[in-house]
């Protein structure tokens, strides 16, 4: 009896010392865990005219308001086929070279992945889709960015953490979907008039 007690005893101190060497290692080894922002805005405005801005993967400054300038440039990729990537200079300085990595005019989305950028997250793409409100004449634009934090890790410093990319990424999408509202709205209701 005292026998199968001290094997019981010396398997589970086993066990628990297995566990507390190698989870660490575990959890390293998977890396940080991915993070989600999904931002919507209704525009008064068709879904084709919202469309017709947001997919000229060059003309992010027109609508953004923290990007002041995009130039587009086609070039191969890594895989060695033709690809736009545009770089966007932003007011604060930064700047953001962006692939894009689809474009579904019938579905009205436009997808991108951030190849280099002065922007507090790693591993970003996005996808920005206009669909029709159930109102009549309106639009309902998605933005849906997928990404790790900056410094790509689980146990990330202050400013390079979860809570820091988050904030980064959902302060880019209201203030650019607050400007493309503005700038779809007061141009379609010029052409209204």
């Known amino acids: 009896m005292r026998l199968m007690i001290k094997r019981r005893y010396r398997f589970l101190v086993t066990a628990v010392l297995i566990a507390v060497i190698f989870t660490p290692l575990y959890a390293s080894a998977c890396g940080p865990s991915p993070q989600k922002v999904t931002k919507e805005?209704?525009?008064?405005?068709?879904?084709?005219?919202?469309?017709a801005l947001i997919s000229d993967f060059s003309a992010m400054q027109k609508w953004h308001p923290d990007v002041l300038s995009s130039v587009l440039e086609t070039k191969a990729d890594p895989d060695g086929k033709a690809a736009n990537y545009r770089t966007l200079?932003?007011?604060?300085?930064?700047?953001?070279?962006?692939?894009?990595?689809e474009m579904q005019a019938g579905e009205m989305k436009l997808g991108a992945v951030m190849e280099?950028?002065?922007?507090?997250?790693?591993n970003y793409s996005d996808v920005i889709a206009v669909?029709?409100?159930?109102?009549?004449?309106?639009?309902?634009?998605?933005?849906v960015g997928r990404f790790n934090n900056k410094a790509n890790l689980m146990q990330a410093p202050v400013?390079?953490?979860n809570a820091t990319a988050i904030a980064a990424v959902e302060s880019w999408y209201d203030t650019g979907l607050q400007g493309l509202k503005e700038n779809?709205?007061?141009?379609?209701?010029l052409m209204v008039r």
């Open 41 to 51: 805005i209704v525009i008064k405005a068709p879904p084709k005219k919202v469309w």
């Open 89 to 101: 200079t932003l007011k604060n300085g930064g700047a953001i070279i962006e692939k894009q990595r």
């Open 116 to 122: 280099q950028g002065d922007i507090a997250v790693s």
């Open 131 to 143: 669909k029709p409100s159930l109102v009549a004449g309106e639009s309902v634009v998605t933005w």
């Open 159 to 161: 400013g390079q953490d």
């Open 184 to 189: 779809v709205e007061k141009s379609h209701l």
